[in-house]
């Protein structure tokens, strides 16, 4: 947005949002909160609005989390009521990730009273057994995707030994017409082997229909 | 080949203009996960203009929708 100076009496108006560690205890959040209250007073600042999102599931692992709290506030200030912000929400460790937006610039700060806007984690936390959900989750989510890869590597191979197996049934039912032994015997054997190959070759299938779609 | 054919062929089923300048109608705000989901394929990927039928300058404001909520977390990156 634009570089333009403000005007005196004027500042621009931003929100940001930061993301907690999952599982935190109430007075950690609230020392970031007091942190970000102070930064904005320091800074002839104003904060507007504050929400408690609570826990979220996070869209990918952000230090091994798989959850974080959320917390939105809205301030108007200057470039360095962000900046202090920033630093402070870099010197907590609790604070995995921080995004800051400027929504407006020359907000006039007149006729605004700084009314005090105390940021609300009257919300109850839930205990440590999400976490422990997650951990659990992700032993069963993780194997798939990973399975996947390593068949879309072998994907052709795969395809490739049912076909070989046929041919080898082929062959069989070529010389057992000769003797009746051998047939029984190289079809228990092509039985045996269709079998053990049969669960690859199904798994192969569907995500070679995968690939064809993405 | 022929331009002639494209004429012919009635357009079914493809809404005219972007849906964003209909006013009211739809608001992008990347802080809205769930509504975010609709810009975005399966694997993560912005949604084309062909396909989402936003005209330039709504797409621009969806692109960098996505890009803030994947900085935050809202959405992946890949899927």
New interface residues.
């Given amino acids: 947005m634009s570089r333009a100076q403000l005007a005196p009496g004027h500042a621009r108006e931003y929100e940001t949002i930061y993301i907690l560690r999952p599982n935190l205890e109430k007075d950690q959040a609230n020392d970031v909160a007091t942190r970000i209250a102070d930064a904005i007073k320091g800074t002839e600042g104003m904060l507007t609005e504050a929400e408690f999102w609570g826990q979220r599931r996070l869209a990918y692992p952000i230090e091994r989390h798989h959850r974080g709290t959320y917390v939105y506030i809205k301030y108007l200030g200057r470039g360095d009521t962000v900046s202090e912000i920033e630093r402070q929400l870099r010197l907590v460790d609790s604070v995995i990730r921080y995004q800051t937006v400027q929504l407006a610039s020359n907000v006039p700060l007149e006729g605004k009273s700084a009314e005090d806007v105390s940021i609300d984690y009257e919300v109850e936390y839930e205990p440590d057994e999400p976490e422990q959900t997650v951990e659990r989750e992700l032993g069963l989510d993780a194997p798939p995707p990973e399975r996947r890869r390593r068949d879309d590597r072998d994907r052709d191979r795969d395809r490739g030994e049912p076909k070989g197996g046929d041919d080898d049934k082929a062959n069989a039912d070529g010389e057992s017409s000769d003797k009746a032994e051998a047939k029984t015997e190289a079809k228990a054997e092509a039985k045996t082997e269709d079998k053990a190959e049969e669960p690859k070759a199904e798994e192969a299938k569907p995500d070679a229909a995968k690939g064809d779609e993405s | 080949m022929s331009d002639d054919s494209k004429d012919e062929r009635p357009r079914r089923g493809r809404r005219r203009g972007c849906r964003f300048c209909a006013e009211g109608e739809a608001v992008i705000d ?2 809205d ?1 769930q509504a975010m989901r609709y810009f975005v394929t399966d ?1 993560g990927k912005i949604v084309p203009r062909r396909n989402s039928g936003a005209c330039a300058k709504h797409q621009r404001a969806i692109t960098t929708a996505v890009k ?1 909520a ?8 890949t899927n």
């Fill in positions: 990347y802080k996960a694997r803030r994947r900085a935050i977390a809202l959405l992946p990156y």
